[in-house]
């Protein structure tokens, strides 16, 4: 079908403000097959995109092939900055590198050197998300860097070392939920560490037509909880499910012969978790979140209405993943 005239690749394919548009959009830049491609198809899409973006369609170029290019630029390329991201720590990397990663995890719980070295994987693979998907309006300096992954990572390892040896008395299905408590309240500190910048110095807002209006703390805070809320509802079916299965898969004796394959099948459960989880929480809320402008800060509420009057009565901003 070829592009009809004033066609906008920037406009969402569905919905964006119901939940079931927001999933079908993030099952479509989420694929994790988008991570096999070569850079330079990628770069392709790219190409296509600010083609389409300036008025200057090539010929014969249809929407669908619109439609993937831009599926293929949402998943690789930073929304803020345009430059392509660190393959690990795309969204859509989340699948492949969470469930190898989960799925160790969740086996190698009983010693305290395996989850040492398996949560310590973990908050680096966290740590590299975040920094990845962070609102890149806010720039961080690699000072904070380290000590937002030295803290989280230092979170992860307290809260799973100190619950692992709490509970060598507790039922068995207790100690393999230790992860998911672990990687929860590692989130709750790697995300705002991580983003630190917005909430000391606030975050970009802009109104619905996207013009500037200043920088807001209280919308970074809001846009990191949101964003702390999705991590933890991504990880948590996974990681509390799949413990009770396999508590009642090993006590079958085919089970009990085959435990050298045990590592190899939680990760191929997350694995199916995750394909469904990873678009389900992050559209849990919209990408570019909105706040009233009563709520902003004083004098950021004082500026706005003094420029703009009644015509703004709410912000935007990109909350990040």
């Not at 307290?158 to 068995?172: D, H, R």
Request: net charge positive; proline share 6%; with cysteine.
């Amino acid at each position: 079908m070829e592009v009809m005239k004033g066609f906008d690749i920037d406009t969402p394919r569905w919905d964006q403000s119901t939940f079931m548009g927001r999933l079908k959009h993030f099952f479509n830049i989420t694929d994790w097959r988008t991570v096999v491609l070569p850079d330079s198809r990628l770069d392709e899409a790219k190409v296509l995109v600010e083609s389409c973006r300036a008025g200057s369609i090539p010929p014969g170029t249809s929407e669908e092939q619109l439609h993937y290019a831009k599926k293929l630029y949402d998943s690789a390329f930073h929304p803020d900055t345009g430059d392509r991201m660190n393959l690990i720590g795309r969204m859509s990397f989340q699948v492949p590198g969470g469930m190898a990663i989960t799925g160790f995890m969740l086996q190698f719980y009983r010693t305290v050197p395996a989850v040492v070295f398996w949560q310590w994987v973990n908050q680096s693979f966290n740590a590299l998300v975040n920094y990845t998907n962070r609102n890149a309006a806010s720039p961080i300096t690699p000072k904070q860097i380290g000590v937002a992954y030295v803290t989280a990572t230092s979170t992860a390892l307290a809260t799973a070392v100190g619950l692992n040896l709490y509970t060598k008395k507790a039922p068995p299905l207790v100690a393999r939920w230790v992860p998911f408590a672990a990687v929860a309240a590692a989130n709750c500190v790697n995300i705002p560490m991580m983003r630190q910048q917005e909430i000391l110095n606030g975050i970009a807002v802009t109104d619905e037509d996207g013009n500037k209006l200043g920088h807001s703390r209280k919308a970074a805070v809001k846009g990191i909880t949101q964003v702390v809320i999705s991590r933890v509802t991504m990880a948590a079916p996974g990681m509390i499910i799949l413990p009770i299965i396999m508590q009642r898969l090993e006590k079958y004796r085919f089970m009990q012969k085959i435990t050298f394959l045990h590592g190899p099948l939680q990760v191929m459960m997350v694995g199916v978790f995750l394909i469904f989880m990873v678009p389900a929480a992050c559209s849990l809320f919209p990408q570019r979140c909105s706040m009233a402008v009563t709520k902003l800060e004083p004098e950021l509420r004082e500026s706005i209405i003094s420029q703009y009057g009644d015509r703004v009565s709410y912000i935007y901003f990109n909350k990040g993943l």
